[in-house]
């Protein structure tokens, strides 16, 4: 099944959700940064919520997901855009810790991420078109990604959600199933449709669990939410990045002639890597020479 998420409303409007599966997203970047378990789940909830908090942006405008925390993980950043283009990394992919009391290693419900993660800050970064991009923070509430989410939505855009975020990492540490759904409540609805929401999301499945199973997000979203669903939108969801060669080359240039001419001493060539995408951007020292002339002559 590729990659997507669908938006909806339902309760005549007065509730919105996002529902992804995310699998093929989560398999690159945790391919890419030769993530082991812990990592992949941190990284891919973080992705995972991105693509959904992407698509409800407009036009050009784009999104900085940060998780901060003290944690062995380090810092996980993910950026997306309002078509779902999403990237991302964490800082240390190669971390494993034991699972909670109870469970088994690669089990989704019993990765330790909370502990991975630690304490620290949540930061959402909205860049909308304006002369300054929106930042919302929040301290993170356990480390576990989609509870912190919700903490953030409560505290800095006041909308109470209801919020799954879900990666399955194999015994061969390959990620099996990725997704997650998002539960926004809005102006005019009523304590009873709240209570049966709660009495469902208290018994609902893990969101893995459903896509080994096969169901798509409408399916999920039948199953979690009552009544009749208006389907709006469907987004494919793809891992995207925007480094290029000629943007390395216009940041070595930024270095200025004598840091060009210190590499060329040095060093004698240049290899960059771009954060996001692990891609690799070699500068032979002929190239290097002829940046360091541009950068002279200006």
């Given at each position: 099944m590729n990659d997507y998420i669908v938006r909806a409303t339902a309760l005549d409007g007065k509730l919105r959700a996002f529902v992804c599966i995310t699998t093929e997203l989560v398999r690159e970047l945790s391919?890419?940064?030769?993530?082991?378990?812990l990592a992949s789940a941190a990284l891919g909830r973080t992705a995972t919520m991105g693509a959904m908090m992407g698509v409800m942006l407009k036009g050009e405008e784009t999104l900085s997901l940060q998780v901060r925390?003290?944690?062995?993980?380090?810092?996980i950043i993910v950026t997306a855009d309002a078509e779902a283009h999403v990237t991302g990394y964490i800082e240390n992919p190669r971390v494993e810790l034991p699972p909670r009391e109870g469970g088994a290693y690669g089990d989704v419900e019993k990765l330790d991420v909370g502990a991975g993660v630690g304490e620290?800050?949540?930061?959402?970064?909205?860049?909308?078109?304006?002369?300054e991009p929106y930042t919302g923070s929040v301290p993170l509430h356990n480390g576990e990604i989609a509870e912190d989410f919700v903490h953030y939505f409560a505290q800095s855009e006041q909308t109470p959600s209801a919020l799954a975020l879900g990666v399955l990492v194999d015994k061969d540490q390959s990620v099996k199933a990725a997704g997650g759904f998002l539960i926004q409540l809005l102006?005019?609805?009523?304590?009873e449709d709240i209570?049966?929401?709660?009495?469902?999301?208290?018994?609902f499945p893990h969101i893995t669990s459903l896509l080994v199973q096969g169901l798509t997000p409408e399916d999920i979203l039948k199953r979690l939410i009552p009544g009749e669903i208006k389907f709006l939108e469907t987004y494919p969801v793809a891992f995207t990045c925007d480094?290029?060669?000629?943007?390395?080359?216009?940041?070595?240039?930024?270095?200025?002639?004598?840091?060009?001419?210190s590499i060329l001493t040095e060093e004698k060539q240049a290899e960059l890597v771009c954060h996001f995408c692990n891609e690799?951007?070699?500068?032979e020292e002929a190239h290097l020479q002829e940046l360091l002339e541009q950068a002279e002559a200006k």
């Open positions: 391919d890419r940064h030769g993530c082991l378990a925390g003290d944690g062995p993980l380090g810092k620290g800050f949540l930061l959402v970064i909205k860049d909308l078109g304006m002369k102006p005019g609805v009523t304590e209570d049966y929401l709660e009495q469902q999301l208290s018994k480094c290029s060669r000629d943007r390395f080359e216009r940041g070595l240039l930024s270095l200025g002639a004598s840091e060009i001419r690799k951007y070699h500068f």
